[in-house]
């Protein structure tokens, strides 16, 4: 057998699309959120920031279910799907990356207000006092400021989107070319005692993952010697 076979490039290049993508739209929605989180003292606040942080005790079926129904034929996702013709996002890769940044928010959000909160009042204080508008100020002191949160945050919520398993066979299925990702791959492996390709496919997964936890690592060590 092809150690690099066409079936599993096309499951890499499949896992790799999903996450950039989901990573993208992440950065987008959970940068004002984290924001907003990180400055407002409303009671309303530790709610809204709890229910972001669902996904982190949820187990994964349960959340595929939900997001199966929503985006189900009957449900807002059919709606959606039919202004192009089509019956469901269920079982589809657009399906897949609403699931991915469903589940994934958390991972993204926390790092990010984190940074935010870590930097204090001071240097939003001082660019008000040069006259800056909130909007600039967000730009030019807290987002420069709060950099290793977003590169946390990116590298975790790409990291989540790859390793993602339960949700995305519940909402995606195990569709060559469409849905099938590298973690389902690897199960209808095992299923199949396909144990060549399994091997291959855990060992670019742990690979994968050393990578994470070393580029976190020097993130963090990077991050520590700027506050010093």
Same mark, same amino acid.
């Given at each position: 057998?092809?150690?690099?076979? !066409?079936?599993?490039? #096309?499951?890499?290049? @499949?896992?790799?699309?999903?996450?950039?993508? %989901? !990573?993208?739209?992440?950065?987008?929605? $959970?940068?004002? +959120?984290?924001?907003?989180?990180? /400055?407002? #003292? $409303?009671?309303?606040?530790?709610?809204?920031?709890?229910?972001?942080?669902?996904?982190?005790?949820?187990?994964?079926?349960?959340?595929?279910?939900? @997001?199966?129904?929503?985006?189900?034929?009957?449900?807002?996702?059919?709606? *959606?799907?039919? +202004?192009?013709?089509?019956?469901?996002?269920?079982?589809?890769?657009?399906? +897949?990356?609403?699931?991915?940044?469903?589940?994934?928010?958390?991972?993204?959000? #926390?790092? *990010?207000?984190?940074?935010?909160?870590?930097?204090?009042?001071?240097?939003?204080?001082?660019?008000?006092?040069? /006259? =800056? %508008?909130? &909007?600039?100020?967000?730009?030019?002191? =807290?987002?420069? @400021?709060?950099?290793?949160?977003?590169? !946390?945050?990116?590298?975790?919520?790409?990291?989540?989107?790859?390793?993602?398993?339960?949700?995305?066979?519940?909402?995606?299925?195990?569709?060559?070319? /469409?849905?099938?990702?590298?973690?389902?791959?690897?199960?209808?492996?095992?299923?199949? %005692?396909?144990?060549?390709?399994?091997?291959?496919?855990?060992?670019?997964?742990? *690979?994968? $993952?050393?990578?994470? *936890? @070393?580029?976190?690592? &020097?993130?963090?060590? /990077? =991050?520590?010697?700027?506050?010093?």
């Amino acid at each position: 057998m092809e150690i690099w076979s !066409t079936e599993i490039r #096309q499951s890499v290049l @499949l896992t790799i699309e999903l996450a950039t993508i %989901s !990573t993208a739209i992440l950065l987008v929605l $959970a940068t004002p +959120l984290a924001w907003s989180l990180a /400055r407002a #003292q $409303a009671w309303w606040t530790e709610i809204v920031a709890s229910v972001v942080a669902l996904p982190l005790v949820l187990p994964p079926t349960v959340l595929g279910f939900y @997001l199966l129904v929503l985006l189900g034929p009957d449900g807002p996702g059919g709606w *959606i799907a039919h +202004l192009w013709g089509g019956r469901t996002l269920a079982f589809t890769f657009e399906g +897949l990356v609403i699931g991915s940044v469903v589940y994934s928010m958390p991972f993204v959000v #926390q790092p *990010i207000r984190n940074a935010f909160t870590a930097m204090g009042e001071r240097p939003l204080e001082v660019a008000a006092t040069l /006259r =800056a %508008s909130p &909007l600039r100020t967000f730009w030019t002191v =807290a987002v420069p @400021l709060a950099r290793p949160g977003f590169l !946390t945050g990116a590298v975790l919520g790409f990291a989540h989107t790859v390793g993602e398993f339960g949700l995305v066979l519940m909402i995606g299925g195990n569709i060559p070319g /469409r849905t099938k990702v590298l973690s389902v791959a690897l199960f209808d492996y095992v299923e199949t %005692s396909r144990w060549r390709e399994a091997s291959i496919l855990a060992g670019l997964m742990v *690979i994968f $993952a050393f990578a994470v *936890i @070393l580029t976190m690592t &020097l993130v963090d060590k /990077r =991050a520590a010697r700027a506050a010093a």
